[in-house]
């Protein structure tokens, strides 16, 4: 009937199962088609910040629209607003792509929209996130004792290991009373390199540790922590009354993928009793390669580890996993059960939101289960041999030019390097040209580049780890640096 057809026009309730498989075989379809071709968009869109924005209405729909006209506007205003990290010119930053299996697996994940605070919540996603887990460790050659939990990023896994460092010592009662006008309680220190991630500041900050409670120190000729400056640092805090609670080592800086001497820190930490967290975001997944093993050497003595399947490992975002050999006082930092949480299922089962701040936790196993079986451990070894062979391919070049240098090791998929004209040799010349050099390669459109600051150094990072790079998106990476070197070396100074 007509006016029937028209109240539910008004008042839409979801979709029909009917509309549902319509609209996504088109959506399924639009993904196909995207993720075939991504490079028949600049990876860097030419936008402008606010542009998007100005672009859409003001104010929500009043009555519900057509999702033809929701997936034309995506197609419209969407894409072409996007920095295309799936492109495979992407060599920014760390450089990702969720695998098509990861985005199946996304789906499914909201299709089911459990809630997996409780054992009893979401069974399924509660057990696959061990099993998965487990799955991972092995591939990452990480002792059986080290137990997993997801969170979103590798943020929340260090502010995590941070707080359960602090819940090394009880006798604080820190959890119970707080930091916030205590004379009793000495300040705390946590340790690491003036290369790590500034989530350990973030951490400290979210921990009332402050940012003075974080210790940075020096690193070596190739961005590594200086073993000895720590154990001086620790020494020196101890004389003044302050109390070190943990080191954090890096496996794959985020500038210039160093890695921290963990095995000597691991000594360190364990002589003066400190939490030891890695940071292997990035790094660790190098570990699933037999030849890379090396990198996380050392690890097995940690009390926790963070790596981000999401980084390397083609799961989409998000996904950072933290492993720790000591769940329990993970979870004697975390856990809290208000009533209407307990179930009679009880202890024996495994509620995951004792692990960690949130309560709600999304079923972000599926996507990784969907990854690792997809990709086998030979699949994800290959993957990610090619990576670093890429990068190594463009090592070879910017070793052999005279007119570019390399900044630091690239022992991974990252290369950090700079354009250095021969005569040229004053610092901040050289950081000016770099700057400008990058802008020109970033304006192409064809490729996206980052930098950083290497020993206060400007420098261009390129960073393979997108699926889609072929030795031909690097080779032309390098034609484009090699181009605009020549027309920013030229242009007047
Ligand atoms: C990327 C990265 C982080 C931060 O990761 P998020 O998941 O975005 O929080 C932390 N540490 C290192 C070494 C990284 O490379």
Redesign the pocket.
């Known amino acids: 009937m007509t006016s029937e057809t028209e109240a539910a026009r008004r008042e839409p309730t979801d979709m029909d199962p009917d509309e549902f498989r319509r609209y996504g075989k088109e959506v399924v379809e639009r993904i196909a088609a995207y993720l075939e071709r991504p490079e028949s968009w600049p990876v860097l869109p030419p936008v402008r910040p606010g542009e998007l924005r100005a672009a859409l209405p003001a104010h929500p729909p009043q009555t519900g629209e057509p999702m033809e006209a929701i997936l034309e506007d995506f197609d419209r205003l969407i894409l072409p607003h996007t920095t295309h990290w799936n492109h495979p010119g992407f060599f920014a930053?760390?450089a990702i792509s969720g695998s098509a299996a990861g985005v199946l697996g996304e789906a499914l994940t909201a299709a089911l929209n459990v809630n997996a605070m409780l054992w009893r919540s979401a069974p399924a996603a509660t057990e696959l996130e061990q099993v998965t887990l487990d799955w991972l460790r092995q591939l990452l050659g990480l002792p059986a004792e080290m137990m997993g939990t997801i969170n979103?990023?590798?943020?929340?896994?260090?502010l995590h290991a941070l707080a359960a460092a602090r819940e090394m010592w009880p006798e604080l009662r820190v959890r119970q009373e707080g930091l916030a006008g205590r004379a009793d309680v000495p300040a705390m220190r946590v340790y690491c390199s003036e290369e790590?991630?500034s989530?350990v500041d973030k951490a400290a900050v979210t921990l009332g540790l402050g940012l003075a409670g974080v210790r940075r120190v020096p690193t070596d000729a190739e961005y590594r922590m200086d073993v000895g400056a720590l154990a001086r640092a620790i020494a020196e805090d101890r004389a003044r009354g302050v109390r070190p609670l943990a080191v954090v080592a890096?496996?794959?800086?985020?500038s210039t993928t160093s890695v921290d001497p963990v095995r000597e820190i691991a000594a360190v930490c364990e002589r003066e009793a400190l939490w030891l967290h890695v940071?292997?975001?990035?790094?660790g997944a190098a570990a699933v390669l037999p030849e890379l093993r090396w990198a996380l050497e050392g690890v097995e003595r940690a009390d926790s580890v963070?790596v981000?399947p999401?980084?390397w490992l083609f799961v989409p975002l998000?996904c950072?996993v933290l492993y720790t050999r000591r769940p329990e006082v993970l979870r004697r930092a975390f856990s809290l059960t208000p009533e209407y949480l307990t179930t009679p299922v009880g202890d024996e089962a495994l509620n995951l939101m004792d692990y960690g701040v949130a309560l709600g936790r999304r079923f972000r196993a599926l996507k990784l289960w969907f990854v690792l079986r997809w990709f086998g451990a030979t699949g994800l070894q290959a993957q990610l041999a090619e990576h670093i062979r890429l990068a190594q391919v463009f090592r070879g070049w910017v070793d052999m030019s005279a007119d570019f240098e390399r900044l630091a090791p690239a022992p991974f998929s990252v290369v950090v390097f700079r354009h250095h004209p021969p005569g040229v040799d004053d610092e901040a010349e050289l950081d000016r040209l770099n700057a400008a050099l990058l802008e020109r390669v970033n304006a192409s459109g064809e490729v996206f580049l980052s930098h950083t600051r290497a020993k206060g150094r400007y420098a261009i990072r390129l960073a393979v780890g997108n699926i889609r790079t072929r030795e031909t998106h690097v080779r032309r990476a390098w034609e484009i640096l090699r181009g605009a070197a020549d027309e920013v070396s030229r242009s007047p100074r």
């Open positions: 930053y760390f979103d990023t590798a943020s929340l896994s260090t790590a991630h989530s890096t496996v794959g800086t985020t940071d292997a975001a990035y790094g963070v981000n999401h980084k998000d950072s």
